[in-house]
């Protein structure tokens, strides 16, 4: 699958110093594997993780919000080794004075190693820690197995589907020192989705997120699932932060 060779020509970058080198910023993530589910969760018990006041939950039906569970596989990038990651967070609404915005907000962001960590960490806010994190793929579906600890959290199962190319522009939101970070996030690659119910499949495990989630769930069925073979992504510094 080929990918557009001047998708990071439209970028301004900048040099940063972080852990005694000079980086170029926004990151280039030349090549991304991704699954993706979509849950039904409690609005009541989800509204407690929200990142500020000026942020409000997506609300498909009334009292039920939505859950994401995604993995990805990051397999080549400008300023990082090769490393996994399971986001589990939600979509919101921001809206501050004249400026409204749809984007999402990570609960947990788990990573494979200590670079990533530590770069989600210091520089964006993002909630990571290291876990092992692993992928099984065959010719109809791929798995991924998420363990902390010696403790499963759980495994997400998502079917293959046919792909698209896609462009997106997304927000991601994070709190650090107290302040609500936004930071734009560009992708292009390939994509496939669907709606149709119960088809991710969610296994949780013994740990205490495995609860967590478990508490959070209006039910154990997927409302829809993407499947994303190969993007490219450029992640920036905030663009803007705001009071909470």
Do not use: W
């Not at 494979?112 to 770069?119: H, N």
């Amino acid at each position: 699958m080929e990918l557009n060779k001047d998708f990071f020509d439209k970028f301004e970058y900048e040099k940063i110093e972080f852990i005694g080198d000079m980086h170029e910023i926004p990151a280039k993530y030349y090549d991304v594997f991704s699954i993706i589910a979509l849950f039904p969760v409690s609005a009541k018990k989800l509204k407690k993780y929200l990142p500020s006041k000026k942020t409000k939950l997506v609300k498909p039906f009334p009292g039920i919000s939505l859950m994401f569970i995604v993995a990805y596989e990051y397999k080549h990038i400008s300023v990082l080794e090769p490393y996994n990651e399971v986001g589990i967070g939600f979509p919101l609404t921001f809206k501050d004075k004249n400026q409204k915005y749809e984007g999402t907000h990570f609960i947990h962001l788990p990573v494979t190693t200590e670079l990533a960590r530590k770069a989600g960490v210091d520089l964006l806010g993002y909630p990571k820690f290291i876990a092992d994190i692993n992928f099984e793929k065959n010719e109809y579906t791929t798995k991924c197995k998420l363990n902390h600890e010696k403790k499963n959290i759980l495994t997400l199962e998502v079917p293959k589907e046919e792909v698209k190319e896609t462009f997106t522009e997304s927000q991601s939101f994070t709190v650090k020192d107290n302040k609500l970070l936004r930071i734009r996030v560009t992708s292009q690659g390939y994509s496939g989705s669907s709606k149709e119910k119960g088809k991710a499949i969610l296994a949780l495990g013994d740990h205490p997120i495995s609860k967590e989630i478990e508490d959070l769930l209006h039910k154990n069925e997927s409302v829809g699932h993407a499947y994303e073979p190969r993007k490219q992504l450029a992640l920036p510094l905030a663009e803007e932060e705001y009071e909470l």
